[in-house]
């Protein structure tokens, strides 16, 4: 069974920084990420990393995603943040091999202007 525990939220100030980190099992997976939503607004990318590393427009330049394989996380340094950022954040993985997919319960971005 796929379990994902997302840590890392919080309250920042415009500029500041924040880690996110997404622990998970029950699996190997072939990709790992980050998407993020706001109300009434679609769930968005913001980076994947697996084969090929995606960064989202609006997190190029800011973010940085990496994995620890042998511990199963996937990580998100989000750095110079705007209060557009503010967001619920949702760890993505997919399971290797078959490919499905799998979303973490999100935890809540908020940056202050």
């Known amino acids: 069974q796929v379990q994902l525990v997302e840590s890392g939220g919080g309250l920042v100030q415009a500029g500041g920084s924040l880690r996110l980190s997404c622990v998970a099992s029950g699996s190997i997976f072939r990709t790992m990420g980050w998407y993020r939503q706001t109300p009434g607004k679609q769930r968005e990318l913001v980076a994947t990393i697996g084969g090929r590393t995606i960064y989202a427009d609006s997190a190029k330049g800011r973010f940085t995603i990496s994995r620890d394989n042998a511990k199963n996380t996937v990580y998100l340094q989000m750095n110079s943040l705007k209060p557009e950022d503010t967001a619920v954040y949702y760890c993505?993985?997919?399971?290797?091999?078959?490919?499905?997919?799998?979303w973490g319960q999100g935890t809540q971005v908020t940056v202050s202007s």
């Open positions: 993505y993985v997919e399971k290797i091999f078959s490919g499905v997919a799998y």
